[in-house]
């Protein structure tokens, strides 16, 4: 005779009630982002900006590199969109070459960064003790020293070398303050019903790290990182326009202006160009940024007036 063993609660019902919930949730986070225009509008400018970097130098006629003795200095036209260069560099090239460098770092840093905060808030909150009062020091210890600073004094050392290095410093120093506020959120999830249960059957705690704790603040951790693409962008323009960052015979936005900020009155289309981009960039992802926050965050008084609309 062969006995079944009945499932258990959350055996019974997980699959399918989790299932159900997940898919109600995506349901009315996009409902809320499709409502907030300003926000959609971000993100549908933001795919644009992508598709526009990667792919419109495939189609477009002009290298990045390529110079045009017969324009030196040419406004804007319809064989030089943007304009050329004093070196007759076609200047549209330029800035979709610049533009996928600032997209790529800042996409890589938000994402780095966020990770980082979230494995080592979730480890610090869900541990305490000791090794709260170590990673929370070290988060301190790098608060108070001058990021910028460090990295436009490291970054010669890195010349000539690959961008990725300026992704690693740039990430270094832009997890700690999440790091922090995703400790708070594990003070508080440790001690729910869930995760003790999890604790009393043996579960390991870096599984329920993983399944328990981090999932539970994905929407923040989204959040974080979203805005974090936005201050790494800013930052990455902001060496490079100092020469600290992307450095030539390669370009980035920030080169791009600090080599237009000389014209800016004269030739002005070699400055207007490569920072209206960047205004633009980054006032996108900041809008996108901030829908994607009404439409996670159920207590968002501007989500649920959107909501109800």
Known sequence: MTVTK??????????????TRTAGRGRLVLRRLVRNRLGL?????????????????????WDYRT?????????????????TT???????????RGLQKSLLIGLLVGVISTGVASVV???????????DRALMWLV?????????????????????????????????????????????MTLTLREREYVLAAKFAGMPAWRIIARHIIPNMASVLI??????????????????????GIQPPDVSLGTLIASGTESALTFNWLFTFPSGLLILTVLAVNF???????????????ARVRSKR
């Open 121 to 131: 808030g979730a480890v610090a909150g869900y541990f305490g003790k000791a090794t």
């Open 86 to 96: 004093k070196l007759g560099e076609d200047l549209f090239a330029q800035c979709m």
């Open 288 to 302: 996108f940024g901030d829908a994607l926050r009404d439409a996670l965050d159920p207590s968002s008084k501007r």
């Open 223 to 244: 959040i974080d990182a979203t805005v974090g693409v936005g201050v790494a962008i800013l930052a990455e323009t902001s060496l490079s326009f100092f020469g600290f």
């Open 140 to 184: 301190d210890l790098l608060l108070v020293l001058p990021s910028f600073l460090i990295v436009a004094i490291l970054s010669p050392a890195f010349r000539g070398k690959s961008w990725l290095l300026l992704v690693l410093l740039l990430s270094a120093f832009g997890w700690m303050i999440a790091s922090r506020i995703v400790r708070g």
């Open 41 to 61: 509008g971000g993100g549908m400018f933001i795919v644009l900006l992508f598709v526009g970097a990667f792919v419109s130098p495939l189609l477009y006629p």
């Open 67 to 83: 110079q045009d003795d017969y324009a030196l200095l040419m406004p804007p036209s319809p064989e030089h969109w943007f304009g």
């Open 6 to 19: 009945p499932p258990t609660a959350a055996e019974d019902t997980a699959p399918e009630e989790t299932g």
